[in-house]
C-alpha cells in the first residue's frame, strides 16, 4: 500500500470539502466552529483505530499463546506414541508366552459352564418330564421357566462349542441329541398356548388370568427372541429354534378363531330357508358387534398396548368375513338375496348397526376400506342389475302376451270408474317402484341404473305391445266379425297408453336426478312410443267408425244429397252410437278422439264437396251453401251434445263453412276473398279451389285458375297460420278434372 499516494488522496478530498464549506463569504466567520468540528470528528476516529489496533494485537497474542501450548501438546503425544511403540514390541513374546495360560482359561470357562449347568444336563429327562407335568396341570408360568433353564443350558454349552477355534459338528450332534426332548417341550408349550389363545373371547369373560399368563409367557420368549438375533449380529451364534416369533404365531390363532367363528354361524341353505341370507347376515352382524365388544372391554385391559388389539381384530373380522361373502358370492346369489347382499355390505357393515356402533366406534372405510373389492361389488351390483333385467323381460313378455289373448277373448274389459283399462300399468310400474326402492337402499348410483334399465325395458315392452296392437288392427279389419269386443279392447290399449306415460312421468319425478342428463333420451323415446301407440288405436277407432259411413260419405254432393238429409243423418246418428262406446275413454283420451273426430269429419266431407261431379246453375248455389252450412252447423251441435265440458272453439268444422262462403262469392271479387283465405291456410292449393267451382257452372276451370294464381302471386306471407291447415295436406287426389 503507497502511503504518499494515500496522503495525497486525503489531502485533495480535504481541500474538496473546504471549497464546499467556503463557497460564501458569510462563511468565513464560521471557519473556527468548522475547525473544532473537524478536531472533534479526527479525534473520534483516532480513537476507533487505536481501540482497533488494540483488539486486532490482543487477539494475535491469544493466538500464539494457543499455538505454543498446541506445540506441547503435540510433542508431549509422539513422545507418548514412541513410548506405547516401545512397549507393544515385546507384545508377540507375551503372547506366545501366554499361549498355556489362554488354553486354560478356555478349559476353565467350560468347566464352569458344564458345572453350572451340570443338573441340567444329568436331569434333562427329569426335567423334561416335570415340565411336561406342569404343562398338563395348566401351571404355564413354572413350565416356562423349566423349559427356559433346559433352553439356556443347551445354548450355553452349544455357545461354548461355537467359540472354540477348531469345530467339531459330532460334539454339536452330541449335545443337540441330549437336549433334543426340550424341542418337544417346546412344542407342546406352544400347542397349549393355542389352544388357550384359541378360545380367548370365551376365556377372558369367564377368567381372564389365564390369557395374561398367556401373554407374559409370549412376551418373555419374544424378548429372548430379539436377545438372540442381537447376539448373532455380534457372534454369529443362533440358538436352535430362535426366533420362536411366538407372538406372530399366537395373532395367527386368533385370525384362523375369528374365520372359524364366521364360517360356524351359518345354520341354514338355500335349500331350507328362502330367507337363508337375510338370517345369516343377522347372525353375523349380532355376533360380529358382540365379540368386538368384548374385545374392547376385555381384550384391551390384558393385551399389551403394542399389540393393538382392537384393530387387529377389527382387521381379522373385515377380512374373514370379505373371504366369506366373496365365496357366498361367486357360489351364485338368486333373487332378492342380491339386495340383501349389496345392502349388508354397503349400508349395515359400516353403519350404526354394526361397525359404527356407539360401543365400536369404528370407521372401516379409513381404517381398512370396503367389504367386497370395488371390482367385486361392481360385479355384484352388475349381475343383480342382469337379474332384474331378466325379470322384466319375463314378466312383460308374458304381461304383453296376456293382453293379447284378452284381445281376442268373450270378456267385456275391466272398468274402473266406468273407464275400460287392464292392470298391466299398475303392475308393470308397481314392479319398477318396488325395484327403486330396494336400490335406493343401497346407493343412488345403482338407483338411477335401475331406473335407467326400467325405462329401456318398458319401452321394449311398448314395441311388442304396438306390434300387437297394429297385429289386432289388421285382424279385425280382413274380418270384422271375429273380435266381438275390438272397440273395446281399442279403448282399453288407449286408456293404458295414456296411464303408461303418466305413470312414467310420475317415476321420473320420484327418481330421476334433477342433476342428471345422460339416458334422458330413453326417457322420451318411452313416452314418444306410448304416445304413438295412443294415436295408433285412437286414429282405430275412428277408421272403424268411419268405415261404416264408407257409403253415406260417397252419396255426399250427389243428386241424391240435394234431395234429402239422410246421408248426413246416417253419419251423426252411426257416430253417436260409436260415441257411446266411447266414454269409456278418460276424459284426456275422450277429448282426443272428439277433436280427431272433428278432423277426419271436416277432412271427408270436404273430400266429398272437392269430389262429386255436381255442377248447378248460379241462381241454384245459394241454396246449396245454405244446406251445407246447416250441415256444418248440424256435425257442430252434435259434438257439442257428446261432448259439451270441451270447448269446440276453431274447430275444424268451421273449413266446411268457409268453403261453402267461398262458393256464393262474385267472380269478380274472388282475388280478393282468396288473399285472406291463402294467408290463413297456405297449404289449400289450385287444384282444390278449381274442384270447389266445378259446382258452379256459370263458373269456366280456366278463370278460376288465373284467379287462384293472381292471388297467390300477390298474397302475404302471414305470421300466423290456422292449425287446421294441415287437412288440406292431407286432401290430395289423384285424378285431374281438367
Not at 411336561?132 to 433346559?150: F, G, P, R
Not at 440358538?239 to 360356524?264: C, D, F, H, N, Y
Not at 273449413?655 to 262474385?666: G, N, R, W, Y
Request: aromatic share 8%; hydrophobic share 40%; glycine share 2%.
Amino acid at each position: 500500500m503507497d502511503l504518499q499516494q494515500l496522503e495525497e488522496e486525503a489531502r485533495q478530498a480535504a481541500l474538496k470539502d473546504i471549497q464546499n464549506m467556503l463557497q460564501r463569504p458569510g462563511q468565513l466567520e464560521k471557519v473556527e466552529q468548522y475547525r473544532h468540528r473537524i478536531a472533534r470528528k479526527k479525534a473520534s476516529v483516532e480513537a476507533l483505530l487505536k481501540t482497533g489496533m488494540q483488539n486486532q494485537l490482543d487477539g494475535v497474542r491469544v493466538g500464539l499463546k494457543q499455538l505454543e501450548t498446541c506445540m506441547q501438546d503435540v510433542r508431549e503425544v509422539r513422545r507418548r506414541m514412541c513410548e506405547v511403540d516401545r512397549l507393544l514390541q515385546g507384545v508377540p513374546e507375551v503372547y506366545d508366552a501366554l499361549e498355556v495360560v489362554r488354553e486354560e482359561n478356555t478349559k476353565h470357562s467350560q468347566y464352569a459352564t458344564a458345572m453350572e449347568n451340570l443338573k441340567h444336563i444329568f436331569n434333562v429327562d427329569a426335567s423334561v418330564e416335570k415340565t411336561m407335568a406342569l404343562i398338563e396341570d395348566d401351571k404355564l408360568l413354572n413350565a416356562h421357566q423349566c423349559l427356559a433353564d433346559l433352553e439356556n443350558s443347551r445354548d450355553d454349552l452349544l455357545y461354548e462349542l461355537h467359540k472354540q477355534p477348531k469345530q467339531h459338528a459330532s460334539d454339536k450332534i452330541t449335545l443337540k441329541r441330549h437336549f433334543e426332548k426340550v424341542d418337544t417341550v417346546s412344542q407342546e408349550l406352544e400347542k397349549k398356548l393355542r389352544l388357550i389363545l384359541s378360545r380367548t373371547l370365551n376365556t377372558l369373560r369367564k377368567k381372564p388370568t389365564i390369557i395374561v399368563t398367556a401373554l407374559r409367557i409370549i412376551e418373555r420368549e419374544e424378548k429372548n427372541d430379539q436377545f438372540a438375533l442381537q447376539q448373532q449380529k455380534v457372534t454369529g451364534f443362533l440358538p436352535p429354534g430362535r426366533p420362536k416369533a411366538w407372538r406372530r404365531m399366537i395373532m395367527g390363532v386368533l385370525q384362523q378363531s375369528v374365520v372359524t367363528r364366521i364360517e360356524g354361524s351359518k345354520l341354514e341353505e338355500r335349500a331350507d330357508n328362502k330367507m337363508w341370507l337375510v338370517r345369516d347376515l343377522e347372525i353375523l352382524r349380532q355376533i360380529i358387534l358382540e365379540d368386538l365388544r368384548v374385545v374392547k372391554s376385555l381384550c384391551v385391559p390384558c393385551f399389551p398396548p403394542h399389540y393393538d388389539i382392537f384393530g387387529e381384530y377389527v382387521k381379522f373380522y373385515h377380512e374373514g368375513l370379505s373371504s366369506y361373502l366373496d365365496n357366498i358370492v361367486r357360489s351364485g346369489l338368486e333373487g332378492n338375496e342380491y339386495v340383501s347382499m349389496l345392502a349388508w355390505v354397503t349400508h349395515t357393515y359400516p353403519g350404526v348397526e354394526l361397525m359404527s356402533h356407539p360401543d365400536l366406534t369404528v370407521d372401516v372405510h379409513k381404517l381398512i376400506g370396503t367389504l367386497l373389492r370395488p371390482e367385486h361389488l361392481k360385479a355384484l351390483e352388475d349381475e343383480y342389475l342382469q337379474n332384474m333385467q331378466r325379470n322384466y323381460q319375463e314378466w312383460m313378455t308374458k304381461a304383453a302376451e296376456t293382453e293379447k289373448q284378452e284381445w281376442f277373448s268373450e270378456m267385456v274389459p275391466d272398468q274402473d270408474e266406468h273407464y275400460y283399462h287392464t292392470s298391466a300399468p299398475v303392475i308393470i310400474f308397481q314392479m319398477i317402484d318396488q325395484h327403486l326402492q330396494v336400490t335406493n337402499t343401497i346407493h343412488q348410483e345403482l338407483t338411477f341404473k335401475a331406473l335407467v334399465m326400467s325405462i329401456q325395458q318398458v319401452e321394449i315392452f311398448g314395441q311388442t305391445y304396438l306390434k300387437n296392437v297394429i297385429e289386432l288392427k289388421e285382424h279385425h279389419f280382413r274380418n270384422r266379425d271375429q273380435i266381438k269386443y275390438f272397440t273395446h279392447y281399442i279403448i282399453t290399449i288407449v286408456n293404458n297408453s295414456q296411464q303408461m306415460v303418466e305413470l312414467a312421468q310420475q317415476m321420473k319425478q320420484l327418481y330421476w336426478p334433477k342433476s342428471r342428463t345422460e339416458h334422458y333420451e330413453d326417457f322420451e323415446r318411452l313416452l314418444g312410443t306410448f304416445q304413438r301407440i295412443r294415436a295408433h288405436a285412437a286414429s282405430y277407432l275412428l277408421e272403424e267408425a268411419f268405415l261404416d259411413m264408407e257409403c253415406h260419405f260417397n252419396d255426399l254432393f250427389t243428386t241424391k244429397w240435394l234431395a234429402s238429409n239422410i246421408a248426413v243423418d246416417t253419419i251423426c246418428v252411426t257416430l253417436d252410437d260409436y260415441f257411446q262406446d266411447y266414454n269409456h275413454l278418460r276424459p284426456t283420451n275422450f277429448e282426443m278422439v272428439i277433436n280427431e273426430a272433428q278432423k277426419l269429419l271436416a277432412k271427408r266431407y270436404i273430400r266429398a264437396l272437392l269430389s262429386k261431379r255436381l255442377t248447378k246453375p248460379r241462381t241454384e248455389i245459394d241454396a246449396i251453401t245454405r244446406k251445407i252450412k246447416a250441415e256444418a252447423k248440424r256435425f257442430k251441435l252434435f259434438f257439442e251434445k257428446i261432448a259439451p265440458k270441451i270447448s269446440l272453439s276453431d274447430s275444424p268444422l268451421d273449413l266446411i263453412s268457409t268453403l261453402s262462403a267461398l262458393l256464393s262469392s262474385d267472380i269478380e271479387l274472388l282475388v280478393l276473398d282468396l288473399h285472406t283465405l291463402l294467408g290463413s291456410y297456405p297449404s289449400l292449393n289450385e287444384d282444390h279451389l278449381v274442384r270447389l267451382f266445378y259446382i258452379r257452372n256459370d263458373v269456366k276451370a280456366a278463370e278460376v285458375r288465373e284467379k287462384v294464381q293472381d292471388a297467390m302471386k300477390s298474397k302475404k306471407a302471414m305470421v300466423s297460420i290456422a292449425k287446421q291447415d294441415c287437412i288440406f295436406k292431407e286432401i290430395v287426389f289423384s285424378d285431374k278434372l281438367w
